[in-house]
């Protein structure tokens, strides 16, 4: 049924407990349905239905106006944006309206959010340490990446971390959950006592990267360390070199070199001099001259999406000129750093368990409770 104004306006006070029942812990606060963005949505909870459209500024609740943002209470809420699959966030909801489009940011339990984006985050069937060393990583992650975002929000892309709230299976989402309840409140913590910025990947392809040559400092508490336990398979990519020089051009004005010099038209692979960092990941690349250099992850970044996304995977690459294209070869999948997803498959399979794993990759960290452990506001990137 649609549920009247007054009935939602009554769900709108600010509850103390979780939609779970329990009482209120850390909260995070996350901007969903960021690629979506719907210019409408209903939304379903505690056998209410509710439909809400944006016109221009204007927020419509069932077609009256209402302030903005309007804030639905914590609980399971099915949202089912226009055009797009339908979502469970158990949250408290704010919505609003910005040009035309709804805003929709879901205040979350730390816990709930943690066992959602392993669940996002992971394959079904990932061995249950390995997803106990990923629920460690994801805490960490998001308690100190507040500042990653200027209003220090999270979002649900893979810039923060993938929340995607459907199409998990039972199983696999239940299995996130008992790795969230099992490492509830353990993060990991620098010697200075912060919570690291702890990243992770899918494959690191036998080493895993230094974080200072792939995000240019320190933080995350990850080294660059073997792996053999991770079977990546190798990948082949091809590139015309027209569209490689308009990628590279494009990935150094992202960078702020707009005004880079002396991009040909067409980029060979003999143009371009690669710096190879720690465990064959490719740390910088530059033109022949040097007058334009750019991250190997930019540069990485910069080809896969000039392919379209998914064909370069890593920045663990050689390049080759094979007729009039440039064709690079690599292992791994993506930036390389800290947990390496089939890597701690692999560990966790053999019977380690999920602080062996993280020691293995986050060596310059340690393993402690919430409560003793400082919060500090990441740098935007």
Do not use: K, N
């Not at 805490?139 to 990446?145: C, P, Q």
């Not at 960092?277 to 999406?305: E, K, N, P, Q, Y």
Request: aromatic share 4%; net charge positive; with cysteine.
């Amino acid at each position: 049924m649609i549920a009247p104004l007054a009935a939602l306006l009554a769900l709108a006070a600010p509850g103390g407990a979780t939609p779970d029942g329990h009482a209120a812990g850390a909260r995070v606060v996350v901007e969903v349905l960021a690629r979506a963005a719907p210019r409408s949505l209903a939304v379903e909870g505690a056998g209410l239905r509710a439909s809400f459209r944006a016109r221009g500024d204007d927020l419509l609740l069932d077609g009256r106006q209402v302030p903005e943002p309007h804030r639905l209470e914590a609980r399971a809420w099915r949202v089912l944006p226009a055009g797009a699959p339908a979502r469970t966030y158990r949250a408290a909801l704010d919505l609003r309206a910005e040009g035309g489009l709804l805003r929709v940011r879901a205040e979350m339990d730390l816990e709930g959010y943690v066992a959602e984006v392993v669940a996002s985050e992971t394959e079904p069937g990932t061995p249950a340490e390995a997803l106990a060393a990923q629920a460690v990583v994801v805490r960490s992650y998001a308690l100190a990446a507040r500042g990653r975002h200027a209003d220090g929000a999270l979002c649900d892309l893979a810039h923060c971390q993938v929340l995607r709230a459907h199409g998990h299976g039972r199983g696999h989402l239940a299995a996130a959950r008992a790795a969230a309840r099992a490492t509830a409140g353990e993060v990991l913590a620098l010697p200075s006592g912060e919570v690291a910025l702890a990243p992770f990947h899918a494959a690191c392809g036998g080493h895993t990267a230094d974080p200072r040559e792939v995000f240019g400092g320190e933080g995350t508490g990850a080294a660059s360390v073997p792996d053999p336990g991770c079977h990546a398979r190798p990948w082949r990519a091809w590139i015309d070199g027209g569209v490689l020089a308009r990628a590279v051009r494009g990935a150094l004005e992202r960078s702020g070199d707009a005004a880079a010099p002396g991009i040909p038209a067409r980029l060979r692979a003999a143009d371009l001099v690669l710096v190879e960092g720690r465990g064959g990941w490719i740390s910088r690349v530059s033109t022949r001259d040097g007058r334009a250099r750019l991250s190997g992850d930019a540069f990485a970044r910069g080809v896969d999406g000039a392919l379209g996304r998914g064909e370069v995977r890593s920045s663990r690459f050689a390049l080759a000129d094979e007729g009039g294209s440039v064709t690079l070869r690599g292992t791994g999948a993506g930036h390389g750093v800290g947990l390496c997803q089939a890597g701690a498959a692999g560990r966790a399979a053999a019977g380690e368990d999920h602080r062996a794993i993280l020691r293995h990759y986050f060596p310059r960290a340690a393993i402690g409770a919430l409560e003793g452990a400082r919060l500090t506001s990441a740098p935007r990137r």
